[in-house]
């Protein structure tokens, strides 16, 4: 089995993207003076509401299980063990009770947009070994998006989804001892991103648009591909006060940074073609403070995040706050840690960038879902294992 970015080649994209960038415009959102009489304001999210499990405990049961010799039906087993492991791990951190503290969280700080990533959609149906290579599981055992938006509404706010973006579509047969035992089935994950406006927001949507990467990471299992898309969405707001607003929503690749940031290039050079004022709500999966670089990787952890800087971009955490006290990640795999330690580092961000250069002032921001006080009290379950980012962003308007 092997990990390959699944595409026409890290570098050629690269090199293909930063040539239309290198000319391009950096537009400083903090250099000039905004206008004192604009009252154009928006409040914006980024949540990762995490998937459940860890999606990569199949790959490496069936990677080890082929550096170890074995043939195709070792590595099969290897992989329906592991599957079976994962999906039960879904079930244990319990996205009916998740979704009800980020509902309570996204009604106390009522976002008018918020980038959603790992909106998960989970099916299952019978074993069928030759799912991996055509996914066709039809039984929805959990969708994230239709539970989230139910407790959203229980909590007395509406949102509505405006953009949906369909990534990663994978399944693998799932079974506790062998194929054909009691507990086989097959299991299918679907993952979303996905932008939601809060209906009372003012904001009329007026366009959108939505990316799949042109390099992703590509897994191949037994001599099957499985493809883990990613990509970008966003949606064009306007509304009475003159914003005139393009609301980007990303999850950059976790596994490598050189695909992270091809990832980057591309989503800054398309989405941000606009004149409109450009907001990113990103789980980038890029830490500004860690300069290390994976062995396979040719760019550190850093660089994403460097990119989209270096395009204009201001991290609007660091209008205000250090980065020290904005952390977002990351929890352990349960989500049922005793204490907040887990957030030691921050991955998710937003940026902002005017078409031209006018100051964008940060009225109030803060990180929710990381204090202990977030959890569910009966089960002690975190949000999520990521926290969250909420900023209310002025000077939007003409």
């Given at each position: 089995?092997?990990?390959?970015?699944?595409?026409?080649?890290?570098r050629?994209?690269?090199a293909?993207?930063?040539?239309?960038?290198a000319?391009?415009?950096?537009?400083?959102?903090?250099?000039?003076?905004?206008?004192?009489?604009?009252a154009?304001?928006?409040?914006?999210?980024?949540?990762?509401?995490?998937?459940?499990?860890?999606?990569?405990?199949?790959?490496?049961?069936?990677?080890?299980?082929?550096?170890?010799?074995?043939?195709?039906?070792?590595?099969?087993?290897?992989?329906?063990?592991?599957?079976?492991e994962?999906?039960e791990?879904?079930?244990?951190?319990?996205?009916?009770?998740?979704?009800?503290?980020l509902?309570?969280?996204i009604?106390?700080?009522?976002?008018?947009?918020?980038?959603?990533?790992?909106?998960?959609?989970?099916r299952?149906?019978?074993?069928?070994?030759a799912?991996?290579?055509a996914?066709?599981?039809?039984?929805?055992?959990?969708?994230?998006?239709?539970?989230?938006?139910?407790?959203?509404?229980?909590e007395?706010?509406?949102?509505?989804?405006?953009?949906?973006?369909?990534r990663?579509?994978?399944?693998?047969?799932a079974?506790?001892?062998?194929?054909?035992?009691?507990?086989?089935?097959?299991?299918?994950?679907?993952?979303r991103?996905v932008?939601?406006?809060?209906?009372?927001?003012g904001?009329?949507?007026?366009?959108?648009?939505?990316?799949?990467?042109?390099?992703?990471l590509?897994?191949?299992?037994?001599?099957?591909?499985?493809?883990?898309?990613?990509?970008?969405?966003?949606?064009?707001?306007?509304?009475?006060?003159?914003?005139?607003?393009r609301?980007?929503?990303?999850?950059?690749?976790?596994?490598?940074?050189?695909i992270?940031?091809?990832?980057a290039?591309?989503?800054?050079?398309?989405?941000?073609?606009?004149?409109?004022?450009?907001?990113?709500?990103?789980?980038?999966?890029?830490?500004?403070?860690?300069?290390?670089?994976?062995s396979?990787?040719?760019?550190?952890?850093?660089?994403?995040?460097?990119?989209?800087v270096?395009?204009?971009?201001?991290?609007?955490?660091?209008?205000?706050?250090?980065?020290?006290?904005?952390?977002?990640?990351?929890?352990?795999?349960?989500v049922?840690?005793?204490?907040?330690?887990?957030?030691?580092?921050?991955?998710?961000?937003?940026?902002?960038?005017?078409?031209?250069?006018?100051?964008?002032?940060?009225?109030?921001?803060?990180?929710?879902?990381?204090?202990?006080?977030?959890?569910d009290?009966?089960?002690?379950?975190?949000?999520?294992?990521?926290?969250?980012?909420?900023?209310?962003?002025?000077?939007?308007?003409?």
């Amino acid at each position: 089995m092997t990990y390959a970015p699944r595409s026409r080649g890290v570098r050629a994209v690269l090199a293909a993207l930063l040539l239309g960038t290198a000319f391009a415009p950096l537009a400083a959102t903090s250099a000039q003076a905004a206008k004192p009489d604009d009252a154009g304001s928006v409040t914006v999210m980024t949540r990762n509401i995490y998937l459940g499990a860890d999606i990569n405990r199949p790959v490496r049961a069936a990677t080890e299980a082929a550096e170890a010799g074995g043939d195709q039906a070792a590595i099969l087993v290897a992989l329906g063990r592991a599957t079976h492991e994962t999906r039960e791990i879904v079930d244990r951190t319990n996205f009916a009770v998740r979704s009800r503290l980020l509902a309570d969280e996204i009604a106390d700080t009522a976002p008018d947009l918020v980038g959603l990533q790992e909106v998960a959609l989970w099916r299952s149906g019978p074993l069928d070994l030759a799912g991996i290579a055509a996914p066709s599981a039809t039984n929805v055992d959990y969708d994230f998006l239709e539970m989230l938006l139910d407790d959203l509404e229980e909590e007395g706010v509406s949102y509505e989804a405006v953009n949906v973006g369909m990534r990663a579509d994978v399944e693998a047969p799932a079974f506790a001892a062998y194929p054909g035992d009691p507990t086989s089935r097959n299991v299918r994950m679907t993952m979303r991103d996905v932008i939601l406006m809060r209906a009372d927001a003012g904001l009329a949507a007026v366009g959108g648009g939505n990316k799949i990467y042109d390099v992703n990471l590509a897994v191949e299992i037994a001599g099957v591909p499985m493809n883990f898309d990613r990509g970008y969405n966003f949606v064009d707001v306007e509304n009475a006060a003159g914003v005139d607003l393009r609301f980007v929503n990303t999850h950059l690749e976790a596994f490598s940074s050189d695909i992270a940031l091809a990832q980057a290039v591309q989503m800054v050079t398309e989405a941000g073609a606009t004149p409109r004022t450009t907001v990113i709500a990103c789980d980038c999966n890029s830490d500004p403070l860690d300069d290390s670089v994976k062995s396979f990787d040719a760019v550190a952890h850093k660089a994403p995040y460097e990119f989209i800087v270096g395009q204009g971009f201001e991290d609007m955490w660091l209008v205000r706050w250090p980065a020290q006290r904005g952390w977002t990640a990351g929890l352990s795999e349960l989500v049922n840690d005793t204490r907040a330690w887990g957030f030691d580092h921050r991955i998710d961000m937003i940026f902002a960038r005017t078409a031209a250069g006018e100051t964008i002032r940060v009225r109030h921001g803060e990180v929710t879902g990381d204090k202990k006080g977030d959890r569910d009290k009966a089960t002690g379950l975190w949000p999520s294992d990521h926290a969250g980012v909420v900023i209310k962003l002025e000077g939007l308007a003409d």
